[in-house]
């Protein structure tokens, strides 16, 4: 499926664009990042070799690898210049009227031939492929923040997306040793964000009604569900537990369970008061004084670990490693 597929465009050079574009570029591709913004692009060939720079330090990959990725990728401001993409993965802002006009434009310059991807965390596949040029080619492909650590890919379908694009995205994320899970019908949020909220509904809910502190609930899940769920899944946690047991609990704990529609007051405060966690230096807790610098080299430091442990190094395993 991905023999015809030489050069991949990665649109929106942010922090997601740009470590997508390392793994595009460490599998073979010849690949180019493109951006309507010049200090984006700078920035993200400075975030390239900041990245580049810590494999190396660490002996994840050899100064030799590292130069072939930097030489595999390209930068551009010109979208004319998709006239050469044989696959596009959109990573622009979260808006849908830009996302439209971007596709309108840039599916216009395409090849026919050539596979269309969005990686938006939410919007509507089906109303943004209404401004693509043949949209039987276009899907979702959501990956995971950092992308080059977590190997999830979210594949997910259009009204229109024909059977041929969705298996071209799942065998192109497993070329690049991920994990591809597939919706066959879009839904709000996708899977992820899905299953995401509904976690932290039922936390916030927790700490307004005084059950338990936030920093409490989230060493719940880093000493006890996450390992649970790092390794199983929600369907064989229960099978391993006795759905006679299961069903017991939930016959009375759906019940009890936050079902509310609104924003909990403990999120909207924050964004009201432009409160936006790590990014902002504040949110649910205090990321002053190099402690946002710390929390992301924190992350990253323990999902290598945990992805190690679990997957084998994601830099040099196949899906059959895992």
């Known amino acids: 499926m991905l023999e015809n597929i030489k050069n991949v465009f990665i649109a929106g050079a942010g922090v997601m664009g740009s470590s997508m574009a390392q793994l595009f570029a460490k599998y073979g591709f010849q690949v180019a990042v493109y951006d309507v913004s010049e200090q984006a692009v700078v920035k993200s060939r400075e975030l390239t070799e900041v990245n580049l720079g810590a494999a190396v330090e660490t002996g994840r990959m050899s100064a030799q690898e590292a130069q072939t990725i930097r030489s595999g990728i390209e930068y551009t401001q010109d979208p004319q ?8 993965v959109e990573a622009i802002i979260e808006n849908m009227e830009i996302k439209k006009q971007f596709w309108s434009q840039i599916s216009a310059i395409v090849p026919p031939a050539a596979i269309l991807t969005s990686n938006t965390s939410g919007l509507s596949l089906t109303e ?9 080619r276009f899907c979702g492909m959501h990956w995971l923040n950092p992308p ?11 009204e229109k997306t024909d059977e041929q694009t969705l298996e071209t995205v799942r065998a192109m994320a497993q070329a690049i040793h991920h994990f591809p899970v597939t919706l066959n019908r879009e839904v709000p949020g996708f899977l992820i964000n899905r299953f995401q909220f509904a976690i932290l509904r039922e936390a916030m809910s927790l700490v307004e009604a005084g059950v338990a502190s936030m920093e409490d609930i989230d060493n719940v899940f880093k000493y006890g569900l996450g390992l ?4 199983l899944g929600p369907f064989e946690i229960a099978d391993l537990g006795g759905l006679d047991t299961f069903y017991k609990i939930a016959s009375y704990l759906f019940a009890d369970l936050s079902n509310t529609g609104e924003v909990h007051a403990l999120l909207s405060d924050h964004y009201h008061n432009n409160e936006f966690g790590v990014k902002s230096g504040k949110g649910y807790y205090d990321y002053a004084d190099g402690r946002d610098k710390e929390m992301i080299a924190y992350r990253d430091k323990m999902f290598l670990k945990v992805s190690d442990c679990l997957y084998g190094d994601l830099n040099g395993a196949g899906e059959g490693d895992h």
């Open 81 to 88: 210049d998709f006239a050469r993409a044989d696959y596009v």
């Open 228 to 231: 649970r769920y790092a390794c």
């Open 148 to 158: 080059h650590i977590c190997p999830l890919i979210e594949v997910i379908r259009a």
């Open 128 to 136: 943004m492929a209404q401004a693509v040029q043949l949209p039987e």
